[in-house]
């Protein structure tokens, strides 16, 4: 039968079949996410080697499958899959917090600012790691937790996390374009900043008092 999406009880992830979780990986929206992942360490290099305008470039490329990718699973239901929904934040955190270290290594982000939310980050991909362990069908095997036609999950970001990761992204713009137009000192971008750090925080918390509500388990009918 159909999957159905049902979000765990009793405080715990339950188990799936694992005949009803089988699903292709290869759609164009999961090609676009890891198109994404595969920019993230160019758009390091360029802005470690101070190619501010390159960078900018290579950054609006990322943007742009970020928009379409996402727009191709809300219309293509056949291009829709849970494996997306978990790849398309991670590909964003990995291009965040790549781009975050890098700029903070240029001297265009504060270093608390990039820490936190590196921390953040990290958080929560050890808390999609621990998901999908509990909800991987059993024998649990290493080819099985890591071969992505097994969908177990589907993630639900909350909204606050969504204003988030726009915000960030609207920062590393902003920070990237600062050496190229001159305005690297400007009591705009710090105010960003402090902004940036507030739907951080934000996040953070929401995914901490959300938490089971942002996890759907797929279970087989």
């Known amino acids: 039968g159909e999957d159905a999406a049902a979000e765990a009880r009793g405080g715990r992830w339950g188990q799936a079949s694992a005949t009803s979780l089988y699903e292709n990986p290869w759609t164009i929206p999961n090609m676009l996410s890891m198109t994404r992942i595969g920019l993230a360490p160019v758009l390091g290099y360029l802005i470690i080697e101070e190619d501010f305008n390159i960078a900018l470039g290579v950054f609006a490329l990322a943007g742009l499958t970020d928009l379409l990718d996402g727009f191709i699973a809300r219309n293509w239901a056949n291009q829709k899959s849970a494996l997306g929904s978990a790849l398309d934040p991670l590909a964003d955190k990995i291009l965040i917090s790549i781009l975050y270290i890098s700029l903070t290594y240029a001297d265009l982000i504060p270093v608390p600012l990039t820490y936190m939310i590196i921390s953040r980050d990290?958080?929560?991909?050890?808390?999609?790691?621990?998901?999908?362990?509990?909800?991987?069908?059993?024998?649990?095997?290493?080819?099985?937790?890591?071969?992505?036609?097994?969908?177990?999950?589907?993630?639900k970001p909350t909204f606050i996390s969504k204003v988030n990761t726009a915000v960030q992204l609207i920062l590393v713009a902003a920070s990237l374009a600062a050496p190229v137009f001159n305005y690297a000192d400007s009591i705009y971008l710090q105010i960003l900043w402090c902004f940036t750090a507030f739907t951080t925080a934000a996040s953070a918390y929401s995914y901490y008092h959300y938490g089971r509500k942002t996890v759907q388990v797929i279970k087989g009918r």
């Open 122 to 155: 990290v958080m929560l991909i050890a808390a999609v790691f621990y998901v999908r362990y509990r909800t991987l069908p059993t024998p649990r095997t290493l080819s099985k937790y890591f071969n992505p036609c097994y969908a177990t999950a589907r993630l």
